[in-house]
């Protein structure tokens, strides 16, 4: 006799299915308000639900419902690990690769399910009152033949909201620096469930005017485009540390571990493995020097915008995030793309609001000394907070020069009768700033170009404008 197959009455519409002991559990975990008050005792637990054996009555699932339907779920309760532990890598990766290749050779429901759900199975977090280190666990968690939609690994979350400063400071400690200002800078919250949010979507979102035609389906014999193995690292090497998963639970940054050196051999195997089911599957820079000005005042209220906020954070998360986000790199790409120099003022404003900022978030007063040595690269004693002024040449040489070739074939000119806007400016500006010093070798590298202004004394590397090396420097601690 088959036992008896359950269904949640506190879940409508949902496809699970449960044991009574698995339904016990979910009710426990799941649904503890309503355990509490009563609403489901434990003696008349059977008789509130649905009873139906495998493959009968309400209970069991249609063959029209398909196994990706449970994936919403699993992402809601099944906690997932944000990194593998380097022991687990080569284990997991290979664990993957035998899925995937189950996925491309049988092409079977089963086999993508076991690919969809990997995350939710083997990499999920382990439970704290198991024996052993997280590794081991981990390495368990692959090995198991667990199925995700078995109910012990569901977990209850914790409710209430995390505050915004932590969500901000983990986001800078796993490296997703664009998320952490994503969120220091928005003044974005939920929309509220509500009639007025559904019309506002049905207004931003409105049915077709006219019937939809869509095209027959493509020839089969039609050879498509077909990724490499350099093409797959490529694409991985493209997403941003913290990128989130899908429905699927695998993040970029599992995949960047699993082929990575540290997974070994199954590592290599697995950037086949992802190149066989990728083909199993079938900026603004302105133009004109006028506009220029603008662009860099316009990122100039950009950082004064952030001083506030950064405030709220501590001084260590502050400073980080105006060195990899709020102050060069806001103005990289125009530095790189157009003549910064030829606009002191501008730059000038920018690298004063950056100075503002700085004494901010680190609760010092900086004067000129001080604020020339903060402004050095890491290498070179500062905090690697660059001035727009010191780094706007170097980034424009090092950017003109790395495009010169394609420049040239993408405009036809051959030898030397072509050339580009500024550049023997350029060239000038920095001969003169530089004491005529010879070019540097490697004139596409925006270091080697940056590295003339600074010259070693006594081991110690200090900036030739403004710094003896007899003068002292108070050290800068962030609080």
């Not at 095209?215 to 089969?220: G, L, Q, T, V």
């Not at 060195?323 to 030829?342: E, G």
């Not at 010092?364 to 040449?393: E, F």
Request: proline share 7%; net charge neutral.
């Amino acid at each position: 006799m088959s036992l008896p197959v359950l269904t949640c009455p506190h879940c409508p519409g949902s496809s699970r299915v449960f044991s009574v002991h698995g339904l016990r559990v979910h009710m426990g975990r799941m649904h503890k308000n309503a355990a509490r008050s009563g609403a489901v005792s434990q003696v008349s637990l059977v008789d509130t639900v649905n009873i139906s054996t495998p493959g009968q009555g309400p209970a069991a699932l249609s063959p029209a419902q398909s196994p990706l339907d449970g994936l919403a779920a699993c992402k809601a309760n099944i906690p997932v690990l944000r990194h593998i532990p380097k022991g687990a890598r080569n284990q997991a990766a290979g664990k993957l690769c035998d899925i995937i290749d189950s996925c491309v050779t049988n092409n079977g429901v089963d086999e993508w399910s076991a690919l969809l759900s990997f995350a939710y199975t083997a990499l999920r977090v382990p439970a704290k009152e198991l024996p052993g280190n997280m590794t081991s666990k981990v390495k368990s968690n692959i090995m198991s033949s667990v199925n995700s939609h078995d109910d012990e690994l569901y977990v209850s979350r914790r409710s209430g909201s995390r505050s915004i400063k932590k969500i901000i400071e983990t986001k800078v400690f796993e490296g997703d620096f664009r998320g952490a200002v994503r969120l220091l800078m928005s003044d974005d919250s939920f929309a509220p469930g509500d009639a007025d949010t559904l019309a506002s979507l049905k207004l931003k979102h409105p049915d077709p005017s006219r019937p939809l035609s869509f095209p027959p389906e493509p020839d089969p014999s039609i050879t498509v485009l077909s990724v490499t193995v350099e093409d797959v690292l490529s694409a991985l090497a493209s997403f941003y540390s913290g990128s989130a998963a899908g429905l699927d639970g695998i993040r970029p940054g599992h995949l960047k571990e699993l082929v990575s050196v540290s997974a070994g051999e199954n590592g290599r195997r697995l950037v086949g493995c992802l190149t066989r089911l990728a083909n199993f599957l079938p900026s603004g820079s302105p133009i004109f020097l006028s506009a220029v000005p603008e662009a860099i005042t316009s990122r100039t209220q950009l950082l004064l915008s952030a001083q506030e906020r950064l405030k709220d954070l501590s001084a260590h998360v502050a400073i980080i995030l105006l060195r990899m986000c709020f102050a060069l790199p806001k103005i990289t790409y125009l530095m790189r793309t157009t003549p910064t120099w030829l606009c002191p003022e501008e730059v000038s404003s920018f690298d004063n609001a950056l100075k503002l900022v700085v004494q901010s978030v680190l609760n010092v007063s900086l004067d000129g000394p001080q604020w020339r040595q903060a402004a050095l690269p890491i290498r070179c004693g500062g905090l690697g907070v660059r001035c727009a002024r010191d780094v706007g040449l170097p980034a424009f040489l090092a950017s003109a020069h790395g495009v010169a070739n394609l420049v040239t074939v993408l405009l036809g000119t051959n030898g030397d009768g072509g050339s580009m806007p500024f550049v023997s400016d350029a060239v000038s500006a920095w001969l003169s700033l530089s004491s005529n010093a010879a070019i540097p070798e490697s004139k596409h590298v925006q270091r080697a170009w940056d590295d003339i202004g600074f010259t070693k004394v006594g081991g110690n590397e200090n900036n030739l404008k403004g710094i003896a090396p007899s003068e002292p420097i108070p050290n800068i601690e962030l609080a």
